[in-house]
């Protein structure tokens, strides 16, 4: 008799979860839950608003891919609750009034987050609104953007909105001069160019974290195309007197949130509320993480006997441990990668070639090198590209601008949309930039995990065989 797989639940089926799906499905039984039908490339979202047919490319649903490309199984419905002392999720599928309960083994959160702290439910535009709950409460309840084409009319909604912004040549105000922020007002003047363009943050330059020379470059772009740029100054629509402040005679037509994150863990809440931070962006409700990812209390005790991961956007780990790292796709995919090869390594279901397969303890993770990669768009036709940042803010080179980073981040999007779709050309590109060898920034070339195995320590990165 074949021996029985174990179970992992994976909780979201973003970038994190397609790839969990991806890396375990050839040893365990792999179910991802999400709240939504499809994937949605969310770097790329904010095109889509301005060029609603860009939403094809950068969106598929997702069951035909898990189930028969990856060979794991998915359960359109939303995760009402986590039981980690019992191993079970409470899910509620999409057409059920019901809720079922699901059995695992192990469990990896990725549920990402929301984008707009001053929202009771981070209610954005950058991301679909999907919880159950937050739907009545939001400014668009009589759109389902569960499904794929509620997001399609929601899109459409918007765009025709600006539309009528741009016919009337009103005036726009952007909050927050981060990288949602500058991407969301380049786009909108170059297709919208009527349209009289402020953007505003609390710092003193746009994109915070980026060094000096990605933030020259992109102001010098943003004031070349007309766009007013104000920094210095904190939002507070309250006070009559602060639209003069920003060089407005009054109140704009309109005005676009762009700043900071917020947690979307209400899963966590009933059962697992002692593993929610009480601080962090937003407003905390983060899931503490400890260096392995295992989900773990305040007080740093493992939840669950250590079979529950969170990975991505969703976490937050201890600065004495792991420095904070960047809410964006790529490092949680890295962590991803970690996880997973704990999970092989805790059933001994990794070596080399079929050796040492005797099981062991999670590893460690680290800050990982993807953390310190941002390509930022300035419209269709430029864009800037920096590498090698590290936790510390203004760290990092500017490597690529103009027409040829634009290229590049096209390039980036479809290759990894391609990826996560299952195609050939898109894996073969991304999984050697998942589970390379060589790190070339970030803490991965300082870390001991392989301190139990007798081969090099880059042998456990390079997973070019599944035994591997």
Same mark, same amino acid.
């Given at each position: 008799? /074949?021996e ?6 994976v909780?979201?089926?973003?970038? %994190? ?7 375990l499905?050839h ?26 047919s ?11 891919v ?7 199984? $998915? ?14 999720a ?5 057409? %059920?009034?019901e809720?079922?309960?699901?059995n695992f ?11 707009n702290p ?5 209610q %954005? ?7 159950e709950?937050?739907?009545p409460?939001?400014?668009? /309840?009589h759109?389902d953007?569960?499904?794929?084409e ?12 600006? @539309? ?10 952007v909050?927050? @001069?981060g990288f ?7 786009e909108?003047q ?6 009289r363009?402020?953007?505003?943050? $609390?710092?003193? &330059?746009?994109?915070?974290p980026? /060094?000096?020379t !990605?933030?020259?470059?992109c ?9 007013k740029?104000?920094?210095?100054v ?6 009559? @007197? $602060?639209w003069?402040?920003i ?5 704009p ?11 979307s ?5 009933? %059962?697992?509320a002692?593993?929610l ?6 407003g905390?409700?983060?899931i ?19 079979s529950?991961?969170?990975?991505g ?5 201890f600065?004495?441990?792991?420095k904070?790292?960047?809410k ?7 962590q ?9 390594f805790?059933?001994? &279901? ?5 050796? $040492?397969?005797?099981p062991?303890e999670a590893i460690?993770?680290?800050?990982p ?8 768009s300035l419209?269709p036709?430029d ?5 090698a !940042?590290?936790?510390?803010?203004r760290t ?10 634009a ?6 999007e ?20 998942h589970?390379?060898?060589?790190h ?15 081969w090099?320590?880059?042998c ?8 591997c």
């Open positions: 008799m /074949p029985q797989k174990k179970r992992v639940l909780i979201g089926g973003g970038f %994190s979860g397609l790839l969990v799906a991806r890396d499905h040893d365990f039984d792999v179910l991802v839950v999400d709240a939504k039908e499809y994937f949605e490339y969310t770097p790329g979202i904010l095109r889509a608003y301005v060029k609603p860009h939403f094809d490319a950068l969106t598929f649903t997702v069951q035909e898990i189930e028969r490309k990856l060979h794991s199984k $998915f359960l359109w419905g939303e995760v009402k609750n986590l039981d980690g002392n019992n191993k079970t409470s899910v509620k599928p999409i057409f %059920s009034k809720e079922e309960t699901i083994d192990y469990c990896v959160i990725c549920a990402g987050c929301n984008f001053m929202h009771k439910w981070g %954005s535009l950058w991301f679909a609104t999907i919880h709950a937050a739907r409460e939001g400014d668009w /309840p759109i953007e569960r499904f794929i509620g997001r399609r009319r929601h899109i459409l909604e918007e765009n025709q909105f600006i @539309a009528g912004l741009n016919a009337k040549s009103a005036s726009v105000l909050v927050g @001069a949602i922020g500058v991407e969301w007002v380049t909108l170059y297709f919208f160019p009527n349209l363009l402020t953007i505003i943050d $609390f710092l003193n &330059k746009c994109l915070g980026l /060094p000096d !990605a933030a020259s470059y102001d010098g772009y943003m004031k070349r195309k007309g766009i740029c104000v920094y210095g904190k939002y507070n629509p309250k006070d009559p @007197a $602060f003069g402040t060089g407005l005679e009054g109140e037509d309109h005005t676009y949130v762009c700043i900071g994150v917020k947690a863990n209400y899963f966590m809440e009933q %059962s697992g002692e593993c931070s009480d601080k962090g962006p937003g905390g409700k983060w503490h993480v400890n260096k392995k990812l295992q989900v773990v209390t305040k007080d740093r005790k493992i939840w669950a006997d250590g529950i991961f969170a990975v956007d969703c976490n937050q780990t600065a004495d441990e792991i904070p790292i960047p964006i796709s790529y490092p949680g995919e890295e991803a990668t970690h996880v997973c090869k704990s999970i092989k805790m059933e001994g &279901k990794t070596g080399c070639c079929g050796m $040492f397969m005797k062991r460690d993770s680290w800050w090198w993807g953390a310190g990669m941002f390509a930022t419209g036709h864009a800037c590209f920096v590498m !940042a590290k936790s510390e803010p990092g080179l500017l490597t690529l601008w103009g027409w040829a980073s290229i590049q981040k096209e390039i980036i479809s290759s990894k949309v391609d990826e996560c779709k299952g195609g050939r050309m898109g894996q073969l590109i991304w999984h050697w930039v589970h390379t060898p060589c070339c920034w970030g803490d991965g070339c300082s870390r001991n995990c392989c301190t139990s195995c007798t090099p320590e880059w456990c990165d390079w997973e070019c065989c599944r035994c």
